[in-house]
């Protein structure tokens, strides 16, 4: 199979999903969202941590 360079062209890719997450994923957050963040809160802290400045738990669009 043969690739194409463009298909891994990020320059070329990023404004593509910068628009397409604009015009079609960030107008609000809704109530998944919010419940998701409630869940990682409640969980975080049953674990006692207070000296976390990040998580990542990835966006769960791929």
Do not use: K, Y
Request: with cysteine.
């Amino acid at each position: 199979m043969v690739t194409s360079p463009l298909l891994h062209d990020t320059t070329l890719q990023r404004p593509f999903w910068n628009r397409w997450n604009a015009e079609t994923r960030e107008h609000a957050v809704d109530e998944m969202p919010a419940r998701q963040r409630r869940e990682v809160l409640e969980w975080l802290a049953t674990r006692g941590r207070r000296d976390l400045d990040i998580i990542d738990v990835g966006c769960g669009a791929g």
